[in-house]
């Protein structure tokens, strides 16, 4: 389970403000993800990053942004403009993501709920 | 994109018995198809994976089958245990290497 951490382990947020979920891994993975986990359905992808500096939209990628300056760091912030941001996000990294076979290692979420 | 549908939603077995859990995906150039478990407010694990010049892959109580031609993948638990209890997850890879994963199977072991 070591090796990739998240923080906070819950998370509170007034309408209209922008917040941070962090993401940290020491297992030199060039590859980091964030999900989005919701009641009754999978994991859905919102952004991810094969390498430092740079990084791509997943299929749910409105409303959020990342940024990628450490290998070992890919925090992701919920905007304002997410309309529905209360779920428990998850935060994966990989050796690497080209030609897949590579197993993807979870954090232990972040449960964001928005008062 | 790659489509992973995911059956049964839940799944209720007497210890003892097997479960058994299928997934189909569209993708055809899904090349890895690893299958995750979620225990209530944890993360989820890799309980076993397999790859696409493989048809059948083993580990104790689990196994996974996996039907290229027919594009559908199956987990199977045998003598199931209540620690078994827990959500169930496949998913698929596209080809650019990224997972799309199944709704889940919420498996239910009654002693």
């Known amino acids: 389970d070591g090796g990739i951490t998240q923080s906070p382990k819950y998370l509170f947020r007034k309408e209209g403000q922008n917040v941070t979920l962090s993401c940290e891994q020491n297992?030199?993975?060039?590859?980091m993800y964030w999900y989005r986990q919701d009641p009754g359905q999978g994991l859905r992808l919102i952004y991810y990053s094969q390498i430092v500096n740079d990084f791509q939209k997943g299929d749910i990628a409105e409303g959020y942004s990342v940024s990628r300056e450490k290998k070992e760091s890919f925090p992701l912030t919920v905007t304002s403009a997410q309309k529905n941001p209360t779920a428990f996000y998850l935060c994966?990294?990989?050796?690497?993501?080209?030609?897949?076979?590579?197993?993807?290692?979870f954090g232990p979420g972040t449960r964001l709920t928005v008062l | 994109g790659e489509n992973v549908e995911q059956h049964p939603s839940t799944l209720s077995v007497q210890e003892g018995d097997s479960a058994v859990i299928k997934c189909t995906y569209s993708d055809s150039a899904s090349n890895y198809f690893p299958w995750y478990k979620q225990e209530l407010g944890k993360r989820p694990q890799l309980i076993i994976d397999i790859r696409s010049n493989v048809g059948e892959k083993k580990d104790q109580r689990i196994a996974v089958t996996l039907n290229k031609t027919a594009k559908h993948f199956s987990l199977h638990i045998t003598e199931t245990q209540p620690e078994d209890s827990a959500v169930y997850f496949c998913?698929?890879?596209?080809?650019?290497?990224?997972?799309?994963f199944g709704a889940g199977t919420q498996v239910v072991v009654t002693p």
């Open positions: 994966a990294s990989s050796i690497g993501l080209a030609g897949a076979y590579n197993e993807q290692f």
């Open positions: 297992l030199n993975h060039d590859a």
């Open positions: 998913a698929a890879s596209d080809s650019w290497g990224k997972l799309q």
